[in-house]
């Protein structure tokens, strides 16, 4: 292919196939495991993903080349692209059901879900069809602005953040649930594996292993901030038992004494993230075939 994205795309791409959709609901399921010390995990998922990255640029050498989209004579090309087409359209399925229930939840309950849906995925192809450079470029712009809006929650909360929430730290009883949460991320962290399609269009090469290893460090990055923050400011107690914790948590936000609804604000910013993210997967699982 002549297609070619830059190492800085790469990464956003990779940060925001982590991030975008997990934020959702997998700081409720870490918290209701391992309760305050779920900021603990992230670590032990960031040793997961380089050895993920690791193994998958060995594997990749061993076929010759790095895009898995070409030959598609070679037996082995085939195999792994059919692999990837199950995975991509298990996560869409996946990720389709959790986004679709969080919008009828929490901003559009009296709209039928098959709509909200259908309007999902209509947005999500039209990204899609214009091919990975748009797609890449797309989510360029819209993964800085989530960026911003994950790095403005903690700050605008600055005064309600509690730091005796976080206590007791880490006792001996409590490490096998760091482990048992670590063990439940892997499903979200290992959505990385998408990166090994992409890396045949990035230009240069030399230095894709940096940008992926720089993608997955913000993405983790991202979810430790938010659930340090949910930690922080409502309590473990309260998050483990919140169906949609991160929403939660930006509805604490208070600006001034009239500015107080910021959530539907950010929300409108976050969602062009999720439709990258879907897009992304979705011109995979074409171009797979």
């Not at 990779?14 to 918290?31: A, E």
């Not at 869409?92 to 309007?119: K, M, N, S, W």
């Not at 001996?172 to 045949?200: D, K, R």
């Amino acid at each position: 292919m002549n297609i070619k994205i830059s190492n800085r795309q790469l990464a956003f791409l990779v940060s925001n196939s982590m991030v975008s959709v997990s934020l959702v609901i997998l700081p409720q399921s870490l918290v209701d495991l391992s309760l305050q010390n779920a900021w603990l995990v992230f670590p032990l998922l960031f040793l997961f993903v380089l050895l993920i990255i690791t193994g998958g640029l060995y594997g990749l050498k061993k076929l010759k080349t790095f895009d898995l989209t070409e030959g598609q004579g070679n037996w082995q090309k085939r195999c792994l692209a059919f692999l990837f087409v199950l995975f991509i359209s298990h996560v869409l399925i996946r990720d389709l059901t959790i986004i679709t229930g969080f919008i009828e939840a929490t901003l559009l309950p009296l709209t039928p879900v098959y709509v909200i849906t259908i309007l999902v995925i209509a947005c999500s192809l039209y990204i899609s069809w214009a091919g990975i450079e748009v797609i890449a470029r797309y989510n360029e712009i819209c993964f800085l602005i989530f960026l911003g809006v994950v790095l403005f929650i903690p700050i605008s909360l600055i005064d309600s953040l509690a730091i005796e929430n976080f206590e007791p730290v880490l006792g001996l009883e409590t490490i096998p649930s760091v482990f048992q949460s670590a063990y439940l991320g892997l499903a979200w962290v290992g959505e990385i594996i998408i990166v090994f399609l992409i890396i045949g269009m990035v230009n240069p090469l030399k230095n894709v292993k940096r940008a992926i290893f720089l993608g997955g460090a913000i993405g983790i990055g991202m979810l430790f901030i938010l659930i340090f923050s949910g930690i922080a400011v409502l309590g473990a107690e309260i998050l483990r038992y919140t169906t949609y914790p991160t929403y939660t948590l930006v509805q604490q936000i208070r600006i001034t004494e009239f500015l107080d609804r910021l959530d539907f604000f950010l929300v409108s910013l976050y969602f062009p993230a999720v439709f990258s993210k879907f897009a992304l997967f979705f011109f995979w699982v074409t171009a797979c075939f």
